[in-house]
């Protein structure tokens, strides 16, 4: 999505929804570590323009973009001279406060969604309800794993991270699980994958709910 797409979203935000508006948002974050900026659209296509620095986790945020539906910009920048840690902590963390306050009230949503999703031989599933109250199981990862370097830059301990970061500033319940998995550069992106898929249903407008899904009246 490009920063003139973005400006006009946020500045008229309808278009391919219909008549309900695009629910988009627009975050950045500084510290003495890193720099992030990260635009939003949920009722996207897909498109992806991503720069963190760290090429594999671009490819991931591509891969999750592209099937969420979710329309993401992010420019991401760091001290990857020492380690692509606080990169790419700090880009998940500003996704979860995006993806928070495009949601808006959640009015309306879903608010469920789960997928699971093959890569050759990687298999995952995952479990997404956005009910405001972080919390995360990652499970299933074989042992090793969270050793591996993938890319040259991307340690594999990163996806729990990622997901624990992204799940706790967005309000979200995520559970995650690998079934099988062989491939560390399968296994993570099968992970990507079906967290997207499962976002994709949670986020989506469902005409029949009437209000915030929820007995309480709040997520």
């Known amino acids: 999505m490009s920063p003139a797409k973005a400006t006009a979203a946020q500045a008229d935000p309808t278009g391919s929804a219909g008549d309900e508006a695009h629910r988009t948002a627009h975050v950045a974050r500084t510290t003495s570590e890193s720099s992030v900026e990260l635009w939003l659209d949920l009722d996207g296509t897909g498109e992806a323009d991503v720069e963190t620095g760290v090429p594999f986790y671009d490819h991931m945020l591509r891969s999750l973009a592209k099937h969420s539906l979710i329309d993401l910009r992010v420019r991401s920048s760091g001290d990857i001279e020492i380690d692509v840690h606080h990169t790419v902590e700090d880009t998940a963390i500003v996704l979860g406060q995006a993806l928070r306050e495009a949601l808006g009230d959640k009015s309306g949503i879903s608010r469920f969604g789960d997928a699971t999703v093959p890569l050759d031989e990687a298999l995952a599933t ?10 995360v199981v990652h499970e299933g990862e074989p042992e090793g794993q969270q050793y591996v370097l993938i890319g ?68």
């Not at 995952?126 to 919390?135: Q, S, T």
């Not at 079906?194 to 929820?214: E, F, K, N, Q, T």
């Open 126 to 135: 995952a479990v997404v309800d956005v009910a405001g109250r972080p919390y």
């Open 152 to 219: 040259g830059h991307f340690t594999g301990s990163m996806t729990r991270h990622v997901l624990e970061s992204f799940a706790t500033n967005a309000g979200l319940c995520l559970h995650v699980r690998v079934l099988a998995g062989r491939d560390p550069h399968h296994i993570v992106e099968a992970q990507f994958k079906a967290v997207a898929r499962a976002l994709r249903a949670a986020v989506a407008r469902d005409p029949r709910v009437v209000g915030i899904p929820s007995a309480k009246g709040a997520l």
